[in-house]
């Protein structure tokens, strides 16, 4: 079965929105995990406008399932990673002003920092995964910087399977396919909905872990947290 986090970065924007500490959300971290996922993700920002870094610290004695803390490897966010040790780090290259999540790493170009970086992760004791496109030179260079897991970025999946193209999935087969005959594990995370979810899940050999948010935030308000965390675990089953 592919493991479900629920990323509670909406969460915290609706919390921020309004001042105080409703939702909380803490409580919201126990409660995903009470309805049955098997993780937690936050991705703290360095202008905190969702997450903050003292909710990835506070999050330590709650997440009790797998904690993954997603960023930019800036000083700052590996201060924080090493300090809270979660059970996985993912980097993701994205800028600081950047929306959301918009890119994979140039594995190639980056390799000395990547490697660099995922050394000292691994000093620390966590598990690593980096944020690619569903590109093979990039998979091959994943492999080199000795990441643990790649995370396959799924936005453009999810684009076109919206608009019917179901062949969209085959370079994310490809590159599963890859990464797991390199020895690396294979998670995937970027607009997957439930209406997406089942299909890139049954195409993608060993995946071992989705990391959804927005989608399943938003199909919470209409069916309720509860509902929805099942509902995606029957479709990863």
């Excluded at 049955?36 to 399932?65: C, K, S």
């Excluded at 598990?127 to 000795?146: H, Y």
């Excluded at 179901?166 to 020895?183: D, F, R, V």
């Amino acid at each position: 079965m592919t493991k479900l986090s629920v990323n509670i970065n909406k969460i915290a924007t609706l919390r921020n929105s309004r001042g105080g500490n409703v939702p909380n959300l803490l409580q919201v971290a126990k409660d995903v995990q009470q309805f049955g996922a098997e993780g937690v993700t936050v991705h703290p920002r360095p202008d905190e406008r969702h997450i903050r870094y003292q909710d990835a610290r506070d999050l330590v004695d709650v997440v009790h399932t797998e904690y993954n803390i997603e960023g930019n490897p800036m000083d700052n966010f590996l201060k924080l990673v090493f300090e809270c040790k979660p059970t996985q780090v993912t980097l993701v290259p994205d800028a600081v002003d950047a929306l959301t999540s918009n890119a994979g790493w140039d594995t190639v170009k980056h390799k000395s920092f990547l490697t660099e970086v995922i050394q000292e992760c691994k000093l620390q004791g966590i598990r690593t995964s980096i944020f690619v496109d569903p590109v093979l030179e990039m998979v091959e260079g994943a492999k080199v910087v000795g990441t643990d897991r790649i995370e396959l970025y799924t936005e453009e999946f999810a684009a076109q399977y919206a608009l019917g193209n179901a062949h969209a999935i085959a370079p994310y087969t490809a590159a599963a396919e890859l990464s797991n005959s390199l020895g690396m594990g294979v998670n995937a995370g970027h607009d997957l909905s439930l209406d997406n979810i089942a299909f890139f899940k049954n195409n993608i050999p060993n995946l071992l872990e989705v990391s959804i948010g927005h989608a399943l935030i938003a199909e919470s308000l209409y069916l309720g947290l509860e509902n929805v965390v099942n509902m995606y675990l029957r479709k990863l089953a």
